[in-house]
Protein backbone atom coordinates (compact mmCIF):
# COMPACT_ATOMS: atom_id res chain seq x y z
CA UNK A 1 0.00 0.00 0.00
CA UNK A 2 2.76 2.52 0.44
CA UNK A 3 3.82 1.99 -3.19
CA UNK A 4 0.09 3.20 -4.28
CA UNK A 5 -0.31 6.98 -4.62
CA UNK A 6 -4.32 6.22 -3.75
CA UNK A 7 -3.27 4.76 -0.07
CA UNK A 8 0.16 5.54 0.35
CA UNK A 9 0.31 8.87 2.84
CA UNK A 10 -3.01 6.88 4.84
CA UNK A 11 -1.05 3.24 4.97
CA UNK A 12 2.15 4.82 6.60
CA UNK A 13 0.31 6.93 8.88
CA UNK A 14 -1.46 4.19 10.28
CA UNK A 15 1.64 2.41 10.47
CA UNK A 16 2.71 5.72 12.53
CA UNK A 17 -0.04 4.78 14.91
CA UNK A 18 -0.14 1.12 14.88
CA UNK A 19 3.81 0.92 15.72
CA UNK A 20 3.63 3.78 17.94
CA UNK A 21 6.33 5.23 15.85
CA UNK A 22 6.89 9.23 16.76
CA UNK A 23 4.56 11.16 14.17
CA UNK A 24 6.27 14.49 14.99
CA UNK A 25 8.11 14.59 11.72
CA UNK A 26 4.79 14.62 10.20
CA UNK A 27 3.98 17.59 11.08
CA UNK A 28 6.74 18.91 9.12
CA UNK A 29 5.41 17.19 5.92
CA UNK A 30 1.41 17.38 6.16
CA UNK A 31 1.20 17.97 2.72
CA UNK A 32 1.40 14.81 0.62
CA UNK A 33 3.41 16.00 -2.19
CA UNK A 34 5.75 17.68 0.60
CA UNK A 35 5.73 13.63 1.75
CA UNK A 36 5.98 12.03 -1.77
CA UNK A 37 9.42 14.34 -2.20
CA UNK A 38 10.66 14.33 1.21
CA UNK A 39 10.20 11.58 3.83
CA UNK A 40 8.65 8.48 1.38
CA UNK A 41 11.48 6.86 0.64
CA UNK A 42 12.59 6.74 3.97
CA UNK A 43 9.98 5.90 5.34
CA UNK A 44 9.62 2.25 3.14
CA UNK A 45 12.69 1.41 4.03
CA UNK A 46 12.04 1.88 7.88
CA UNK A 47 8.96 0.07 7.27
CA UNK A 48 10.78 -2.47 5.20
CA UNK A 49 12.71 -3.01 7.90
CA UNK A 50 10.46 -2.89 11.05
CA UNK A 51 7.75 -5.69 8.79
CA UNK A 52 10.05 -8.21 7.94
Known amino acids: MLNDETTDYAANILLYY ?12 RD ?3 WRDGMKSDDILYW ?5
Open 18 to 29: IYKRDAIVLLYN
Open 32 to 34: IRK
Open 48 to 52: NHILK
